[in-house]
């Protein structure tokens, strides 16, 4: 009887009295880099497979339009990187063509061209980005909107990529 009544103490209360001071700082310590290292680990291939799909969206090439078919001053809409990302090229001049990320840095509201002003505009809260650089001109926007880059092949205009605004 008293031999179960041992084992039923082991098996309940598994706590070791003559153990307690075993995981000591250094052990810890150890303990935690050891576990820290395996979460890096296997979040490693999840990362890089999240950075292969954002370079993939980023570097594709999209038609936007003819160049025949803008005029100095005109602006058109289209959808890069993605269906569902709006943004906005203008043709600043005759050999001159600025696209934008046509989302406002401040609330994601729909950001338009003023031909009468020059500016980019944001009519939710009188935001103004500059044409030239996506800069902020006035209003709460918090940095420039993100601009895209062109290419130009056979007189026809392509998106080929993204570049953040830096401030």
């Given at each position: 009887m008293k031999k179960i009544e041992e084992f039923?103490?082991?098996?309940?209360?598994?706590?070791?009295?003559?153990?307690e001071l075993d995981l000591n700082r250094r052990g810890f310590i150890a303990s935690t880099l050891s576990l820290m290292g395996v979460f890096f680990v296997s979040a490693t291939p999840l990362a890089v497979l999240s950075k292969n799909r954002k370079e993939e969206s980023h570097n594709s090439e999209v038609f936007i339009i003819d160049e025949k078919d803008i005029e100095v001053g005109e602006s058109v809409t289209f959808h890069y990187p993605e269906d569902n990302d709006s943004a906005i090229l203008v043709r600043i001049s005759e050999k001159e063509y600025r696209a934008y990320n046509s989302k406002c840095t401040h609330l994601m509201c729909p950001v338009y061209w003023e031909k009468d002003t020059g500016k980019l505009t944001c009519p939710c809260h009188n935001g103004f980005f500059n044409v030239e650089d996506g800069?902020?001109?006035a209003g709460p926007p918090p940095r420039a909107l993100p601009s895209i880059k062109l290419k130009h092949k056979n007189k026809k205009i392509y998106a080929v990529g993204i570049t953040q605004a830096q401030h």
């Open positions: 039923l103490r082991k098996l309940s209360f598994n706590i070791r009295r003559d153990r800069s902020v001109l």
